[in-house]
C-alpha cells in the first residue's frame, strides 16, 4: 500500500510539473504575441495619426482661404496682384511659396504646411527668416475660384505623373492624371476643398475620366 501511494504521488508530482512547465511556455507565447502586435498595432497607429494630422492640416488651410477671400472681393492670392497683397503673377511663375506667405496672417503658424508624415520637408518656425519651398508639404490650385466649391485649394505635393514624380513648379493635369509616391500615405493622398472639406486616401487626381478622380482643377503649382 506505501508503495502504491508512493507511486501514486510521484505522478501527481509529474503531472504538476508538467503543467507547470505548460503553463510557462503559454505564457510566454502570450508574452511574445502581445509584443508583436503591439509593434504592428504602434506602426498602424503612428500611419493613421500622420494621416489624421495632415488632414486637419488641410482643413486649417482651407480656412485660412477663407478667411482671405472674404477679406478680399471673394478672390484666393492665385486671382490678386502683388500689389495688392496676392500673388497672382508670383504664382503663375511656379512660385508655391507666395501663395502661402501672403496668407500668413490667417494661417497663424508655418506649421501646419508641414505633412506629419514629409520627410524630404520641416515646418518653418515663421514666415519672413528662411521660408521657402522646403518648409511646405502641400500644392497650391491655380484654377481655383470661389464659384466652384470642389475647387481643389491644395494637397499632398508628393504627386507623380506618367510614373514619375513631379518637378517644382506648375503641373497641368488636364490632360494626364496625377497619382500620389508611396512616401507619405502610402500611395494616396490629401486634398483640401474650396468649401474647407477634404478628401482623404484619393488615389488620382486629374481631368481624366476615370473612377475616383477629382475633375475640380486644370494646374496645381507643386513646391
Given at each position: 500500500?506505501?508503495?502504491?501511494h508512493?507511486?501514486?504521488?510521484?505522478?501527481?508530482?509529474?503531472?504538476?510539473?508538467?503543467?507547470?512547465?505548460?503553463?510557462?511556455?503559454?505564457?510566454?507565447?502570450?508574452?511574445?504575441?502581445?509584443?508583436?502586435?503591439?509593434?504592428g498595432?504602434?506602426?498602424?497607429?503612428?500611419?493613421?495619426s500622420?494621416?489624421?494630422?495632415?488632414?486637419?492640416?488641410?482643413?486649417?488651410v482651407?480656412?485660412?482661404?477663407?478667411?482671405?477671400?472674404?477679406?478680399?472681393?471673394?478672390?484666393?492670392?492665385i486671382?490678386?496682384?502683388v500689389?495688392?497683397?496676392?500673388a497672382?503673377?508670383?504664382?503663375?511663375?511656379?512660385?508655391?511659396?507666395?501663395?502661402?506667405?501672403?496668407?500668413?496672417?490667417?494661417?497663424?503658424t508655418?506649421?501646419?504646411?508641414?505633412?506629419?508624415?514629409?520627410?524630404?520637408?520641416?515646418?518653418?518656425?515663421?514666415?519672413?527668416?528662411?521660408?521657402?519651398?522646403?518648409?511646405?508639404s502641400?500644392?497650391?490650385?491655380?484654377?481655383?475660384?470661389?464659384?466652384?466649391?470642389?475647387?481643389?485649394?491644395?494637397?499632398?505635393?508628393?504627386?507623380?505623373?506618367n510614373?514619375?514624380?513631379?518637378?517644382?513648379g506648375?503641373?497641368n493635369?488636364?490632360?494626364?492624371?496625377?497619382?500620389?509616391?508611396?512616401?507619405?500615405?502610402?500611395?494616396?493622398?490629401?486634398?483640401?476643398?474650396?468649401?474647407?472639406?477634404?478628401?482623404?486616401?484619393?488615389?488620382?487626381?486629374?481631368?481624366?475620366?476615370?473612377?475616383g478622380?477629382?475633375?475640380?482643377?486644370n494646374?496645381v503649382?507643386?513646391?
Amino acid at each position: 500500500m506505501k508503495l502504491h501511494h508512493r507511486r501514486h504521488r510521484t505522478r501527481a508530482l509529474m503531472m504538476e510539473e508538467v503543467l507547470i512547465v505548460i503553463f510557462i511556455l503559454a505564457l510566454l507565447g502570450l508574452v511574445f504575441f502581445i509584443g508583436t502586435a503591439r509593434g504592428g498595432w504602434h506602426f498602424m497607429g503612428r500611419q493613421e495619426s500622420d494621416r489624421i494630422g495632415c488632414v486637419n492640416n488641410l482643413k486649417q488651410v482651407g480656412l485660412a482661404y477663407r478667411i482671405w477671400e472674404g477679406d478680399n472681393n471673394d478672390r484666393y492670392p492665385i486671382a490678386v496682384s502683388v500689389t495688392n497683397g496676392g500673388a497672382m503673377e508670383l504664382v503663375a511663375t511656379g512660385n508655391v511659396v507666395a501663395v502661402f506667405q501672403c496668407m500668413s496672417n490667417e494661417l497663424s503658424t508655418p506649421k501646419i504646411l508641414a505633412c506629419p508624415a514629409d520627410a524630404d520637408h520641416f515646418a518653418a518656425t515663421n514666415f519672413l527668416v528662411d521660408f521657402s519651398a522646403r518648409n511646405l508639404s502641400y500644392f497650391a490650385g491655380l484654377d481655383a475660384d470661389d464659384s466652384q466649391p470642389q475647387a481643389v485649394l491644395s494637397g499632398d505635393a508628393n504627386l507623380i505623373v506618367n510614373g514619375r514624380p513631379t518637378p517644382a513648379g506648375m503641373v497641368n493635369l488636364a490632360t494626364s492624371p496625377a497619382a500620389w509616391t508611396k512616401g507619405r500615405h502610402g500611395a494616396t493622398g490629401n486634398v483640401g476643398f474650396a468649401d474647407g472639406s477634404v478628401q482623404s486616401s484619393i488615389h488620382q487626381m486629374g481631368f481624366v475620366s476615370a473612377p475616383g478622380t477629382i475633375f475640380s482643377t486644370n494646374r496645381v503649382v507643386v513646391p
